[in-house]
């Protein structure tokens, strides 16, 4: 986030006390029930795998049974990994500017587009990436709540849960605005900056992105994507993108 980042440990993250200490400590205690819950779908899955082999006479049918009931187990392990491993973020074990920095350069690396980590203005708030392309320019930040917190727009109007939005909003559009400034001064290109803020965890609408407030939510798979939906509007050129990347590397400092 502007000003800071949520992915410097602080001690409460990793006390007692904190949401994802007792959201680890009932994962953990839940481990034997996740595990009866599977014996009983894969045997679910062994009788339905045999009964369907019996009626379209597939032999042996109790090779297919075992089949789809070790299918029903491991898709119900995966699921049930993939959920905890999406709170990776939340919890402090993974960090998001490097997931999301990954993604950008893996896709948009090859189509002209340049991706800068951590630069903040001096004195100023700081972002997680600066994205120059063919399409225009970008800010992308990261941020995670918790797994109950449901991301919405009501009325033009930010929402986590019940909480109003904007504070989270408004210093990442300025953060914008600052940096597109900065840069058309010092290069003498026009540059407006969209403001990004992928969501590592917590509940987007489906679709998997809300905007409002003039910020953009949305997972960390679809910045990219969104990114390169404007590439089909040519906005800068390769020259200009040179300018900008290297103007944006000599007077943002590293964060």
């Known amino acids: 986030m ?3 980042s949520i992915y410097v440990q602080q001690d409460a993250k990793f006390t007692g006390s904190s949401p994802q200490w007792y959201y680890e400590k009932f994962w953990r205690e839940a481990a034997k ?4 819950s599977r014996a009983v ?7 339905a ?12 049918a109790l090779l297919y049974g075992l089949l789809l009931g070790a299918g029903v187990a491991a898709a119900d392990w995966w699921l049930c990994w993939r959920s905890f491993r999406a709170t990776a973020v939340w919890r402090g074990r993974r960090r998001g500017e490097v997931i999301t920095g990954r993604m950008l350069r893996r896709s948009l690396g090859r189509r002209g587009y340049r991706v800068l980590d951590g630069r903040a203005i001096r004195g100023q708030a700081s ?4 994205v120059i392309g063919p399409g225009g320019v970008w800010i992308v930040d990261n941020e995670s709540w918790s797994p109950d917190t ?7 109007r930010l929402f986590f ?3 109003y939005g904007t504070s989270v909003a408004k210093p990442l559009v300025d953060t914008g605005a600052a940096f597109a400034e900065m840069l058309t001064r010092e290069t003498g290109v026009q540059v407006t900056i969209t403001p990004l803020l992928a969501v590592h965890c917590g509940m987007l609408p489906r679709g998997g992105s809300v905007t409002a407030e003039g910020l953009t939510l949305l997972k960390p798979r679809l910045a990219a994507r969104r990114i390169r939906a404007a590439s089909h509007t040519t906005v800068l050129s390769g020259e200009q993108i040179e300018v900008l990347a290297r103007t944006a590397a000599r007077e943002l400092q590293r964060a």
């Open 150 to 156: 449901e991301i919405a727009t009501y009325g033009g």
């Open 33 to 36: 029930g996740r595990q009866r």
């Open 127 to 130: 972002i997680d990436h600066l």
């Open 2 to 4: 502007p000003g800071g």
């Open 41 to 47: 779908k894969a045997v679910i899955g062994l009788a």
């Open 161 to 163: 849960g019940e909480k």
């Open 49 to 60: 795998g045999i009964g369907l082999a019996v009626r379209f006479d597939l032999e042996p």
